[in-house]
């Protein structure tokens, strides 16, 4: 009789100490050895480095008694986290230790949004919303939903700045400048009314057309000597990965597209981080590449001022339209950036609408880069081309002044 007494206790004693080791907490040290402070460093901890015998759900994190806004992004969409990912802020010359704690238990969002993405598709049936939220769009590389999009594609923001993403065979990044700091793309749909406008809205600055727009890559036509689009393609795929709080993450993928002698599937993955203007870009292919050659860069705005360091980094300054519109709208003065690592180079070169990279990745599966912009509307941003180029170059130094991370305690 006692021993059936027991049987529960011990039970749920077992239970407990099953729950409990669905937990575990490391030390992470950060360290910045470059001089200059970096501000919102992104950090991103990858769950197979953390060596967790459970599926991460959830993360804590703390700067000794402050907690850091994290988020754990299932990127593969499996059921588990596969990356953990915050931003913090680091002074020059210094180290910083961050107590983590992972959990199997998933856990009501708790963090103020520094970020914001959507998608939406047209929708007649609803006579209340005609455009609903939606994660994820495949279509046949046949079809041609540009129209049935709400701002033609994923859109997505920091306090700073706004992307999109066109879902069609350009795949370019256009742009969306702010007067202050905030976020627009939730109320204005990308397109603000006049009452928006009247209250400090900021809008579309850019006219991308067929460009590149934004570092959106591109094939390359070497007779022809220009851009070409991603096209013809069996399947095409828009997908928002991540929705904050410290980043987000943004898909758009193709599949079968004949490129040459090569028939791919690429994904071209978009990464905003709370508190930056500059966006990461990851090109991934499912197999190692051959010599296939790529290529992007920034638009050439009409009129526009081009800088180089004829290393990767390239920007653009100029004024122009943003919409076919010259009536309502006023013309527009945007300064583009896009940095490649000076690995992947293959050439660089103009095209009649595009200042560009030739890229190329041999036997690697991806590459990445990234892009940056300015409007002319911010309250807070660069006035000058003199300006714009001084701080491209500073970017690419941050850039390239990573800070280093270590893995030190595990419990």
């Not at 998933?106 to 520094?114: C, D, I, Q, S």
């Not at 049936?125 to 939903?145: A, C, D, F, M, W």
């Not at 742009?175 to 202050?180: A, D, E, R, S, V």
């Not at 070169?349 to 200042?355: G, L």
């Amino acid at each position: 009789m006692k021993l059936l007494q027991l049987l529960p206790c011990a039970f749920a004693l077992c239970l407990g100490a099953q729950l409990q080791a669905q937990e575990k907490t490391l030390t992470i040290e950060i360290e910045n050895p470059w001089e200059q402070e970096k501000k919102d460093y992104p950090v991103v901890l990858a769950a197979k480095d953390l060596k967790c015998d459970f599926a991460i759900q959830s993360a804590t994190l703390y700067d000794g008694t402050t907690e850091i806004p994290s988020q754990v992004d299932d990127l593969d969409r499996d059921g588990a986290g596969d990356e953990i990912a915050f931003v913090v802020d680091m002074p020059g010359k210094s180290k910083k230790n961050l107590t983590i704690t992972l959990s199997a238990e998933r856990v009501a969002e708790r963090y103020t949004p520094r970020v914001y993405a959507d998608m939406k598709i047209y929708d007649k049936s609803n006579k209340r919303e005609k455009h609903q939220k939606i994660h994820s769009l495949t279509i046949p590389g046949t079809s041609n939903v540009y129209n049935n999009l709400y701002h033609h594609g994923p859109a997505f923001e920091s306090e700073l700045v706004a992307y999109r993403i066109y879902f069609d065979k350009k795949q370019t990044v256009d742009i969306y400048g702010k007067f202050n700091k905030g976020f627009e793309v939730e109320p204005s749909g990308w397109y603000p009314d006049d009452k928006q406008l009247a209250a400090g809205f900021g809008d579309d600055v850019l006219r991308v057309s067929g460009s590149c727009g934004m570092g959106a890559l591109k094939g390359w036509n070497a007779k022809n000597k220009k851009a070409i689009h991603i096209e013809p393609v069996a399947e095409r795929t828009g997908t928002i990965l991540a929705y904050g709080p410290a980043r987000t993450v943004v898909d758009m993928a193709v599949r079968g597209w004949e490129y040459g002698d090569s028939r791919l599937n690429m994904t071209c993955r978009y990464t905003l981080y709370g508190g930056h203007r500059d966006a990461q870009v990851d090109i991934i292919f499912d197999k190692p590449l051959g010599n296939e050659t790529f290529c992007t860069g920034v638009q050439d705005i009409k009129g526009s001022v081009s800088y180089s360091d004829h290393k990767g980094l390239i920007g653009c300054w100029g004024r122009d339209w943003p919409v076919n519109d010259t009536v309502k709208y006023a013309k527009e003065t945007v300064g583009l950036g896009t940095y490649i690592p000076q690995k992947y180079i293959a050439g660089e070169t103009k095209d009649k609408v595009n200042y560009l990279y030739q890229v190329q990745a041999p036997g690697k599966t991806g590459l990445t880069y990234y892009i940056t912009f300015t409007s002319m509307k911010e309250t807070f941003g660069y006035k000058t081309s003199e300006a714009w180029f001084d701080y491209l170059q500073s970017w690419r130094q941050d850039l390239e002044q990573p800070c280093k991370i270590k893995i030190k305690k595990k419990k």
